[in-house]
């Protein structure tokens, strides 16, 4: 009887190009807590007085093959991400502040810290930002573009983005949106496609808000586009296609920090066990510019509508109609200026197990929104230059990791465990340098097969 052989492993070409170069960062938003807070953090790690804490790129590592290999590089050591310490900082917003005057108002970090920062902070200005009091209404700056029509702002926004790399000497750019959350609104007729997009935007359309001239902006430069806000922003089809057809990558939607980070790490453990859920009520209390926007009921419709998607995919009650068909879920968010950037969540979830016996878990979660939101920051301007350098366009679903409501493709549910995320995430990486795909099998190391 012929003896089995293992097959020989052939590594793949590795997919991505080298991170050769500066690479520019731009912040819609740059004066607000989450862009300041990311900026003088990275400088203050370029000067040694702090650590990427919270960073995958930079503290994470990456199991390649099997256990016994112990194969776990570093992630920033295993695949080409650009050098942080190389990043080049620009970006837009309505207050005209310098990012050491926008970081000392945010209150976020200690002044001891900005005071060590002050001379290279100082020098990073905002530029005048798009902005339309009917998208966030609890704001008013006076640092903001004139132009007759939408896609005049749109253009202006382009000649930004061109001058800031040929002024800057930059090989490459990644946009991020920080800038606030703005009213809620659905995809619509001019959303539905590139021309009728482009033409919404030459006749002023009133659904196209500033996001969206952003991501259009960006998109048409050839700049990959996240989005940290639940605004809709590229999440249409419109801006989808216009990705396909500049290949570049975009992603997002709504950094995951606080209270949806704690969600997606609670309740995929609660469905694997098969526990079932009568309730989860969630209420926060936070006192930051973000805070402020999402006092005003609109806009706090899309954060809403953003944190309550969470539980209904990653239950399936569909799946499950005896454990999740009828669960109470209740979101809030309280403005509550003495507060801060030092938001508090309370969450109060009712569930109940064998025999239908009930119980509780209750979660006080005091966490600093911007403290969580910087590393995000970080990880998602290394991926998405990443992502750019693989030849990578379109939605970027392996990083939904990094977002409450990710962007996914058509017909597609977005996934929101986080372990199942995370492994997406570091698959994708393995494929890229032609590793091997990690799957937890793990049947070899007990003989059976």
């Known amino acids: 009887m012929p003896t089995k052989t293992k097959k020989s492993k052939v590594k793949r070409k590795e997919l991505a190009d080298p991170a050769d170069g500066k690479l520019g960062v731009l912040l819609p938003g740059m004066g607000g807590a989450v862009s300041t807070t990311f900026i003088a953090g990275i400088e203050a790690i370029k000067r040694g007085i702090g ?60 002044t001891e810290l900005l005071g060590e920062l002050v001379g290279v902070l100082e020098n990073i200005e905002p530029m005048p930002a798009v902005f339309d009091k009917k998208f966030v209404k609890r704001l008013n700056g006076k640092n903001v573009k004139r132009g007759k029509t939408k896609m005049d702002l749109a253009i202006q926004l382009m000649d930004d983005i061109s001058r800031f790399k040929k002024e800057n000497s930059l090989d490459r750019i990644v946009m991020i949106w920080c800038g606030s959350t703005e009213t809620y609104m659905e ?59 500049k290949k570049v990558p975009i992603a997002g939607k709504d950094f995951k920090t606080g209270q949806t980070l704690m969600k997606t790490i609670l309740a995929p453990g609660l469905k694997s066990r098969m526990i079932g859920l009568s309730g989860w009520f969630s209420t926060n209390i936070l006192g930051n ?50 507060r ?52 990578f366009y379109g939605i970027q679903e392996w990083l939904s990791f990094y977002f409450k409501s990710p962007m ?18 570091t698959n994708t990486l393995r494929y890229l340098k032609g590793e091997e795909l990690l799957t937890h099998l793990g049947l070899d190391y007990y003989n059976l097969v």
């Open 51 to 110: 650590k990427p804490i919270g960073s995958l790129t930079q503290l994470g590592t990456i199991r390649l093959g099997k256990r016994t290999e112990k194969k776990v590089p570093l992630i920033k050591d295993f695949i080409p991400l650009a050098d942080f310490s190389k990043l080049v900082f620009g970006g837009w917003d309505i207050f005209r502040d310098n990012i050491y005057e926008a970081a000392i108002k945010a209150g976020v970090l200690k």
């Open 187 to 245: 995809s619509s007729k001019v959303h539905s496609s590139l021309g009728k997009f482009e033409r919404g935007l030459k006749d002023n359309d009133p659904e196209i808000p500033p996001s969206m001239i952003y991501a259009y902006a960006a998109i048409k430069s050839g700049v990959p586009y996240a989005n940290g806000a639940p605004n809709l922003s590229a999440d249409i089809p419109a801006l989808t296609e216009l990705a396909k057809v």
């Open 289 to 338: 510019r973000d805070g402020e926007v999402l006092d005003d009921p609109y806009s706090f419709k899309t954060k809403e509508v953003s944190k309550l998607g969470v539980l209904e995919y990653i239950f399936q009650p569909d799946l499950y109609p005896d454990l999740y068909s009828d669960y109470y879920h209740k979101v809030r968010i309280n403005y509550y200026p003495p």
């Open 340 to 391: 801060g950037d030092e938001k508090e969540a309370w969450d109060n979830i009712d569930i109940f197990g064998w025999l239908g016996y009930p119980m509780q878990i209750k979660v006080n979660f005091l966490c600093r929104d911007s403290i969580l939101a910087a590393p995000i920051v970080l990880d998602l301007v290394l991926f998405m230059d990443l992502a750019q350098r693989a030849n």
């Open 408 to 425: 996914v493709g058509e017909n597609l549910y977005p996934e929101h465990d986080l372990s199942i995320q995370l492994m997406k995430l």
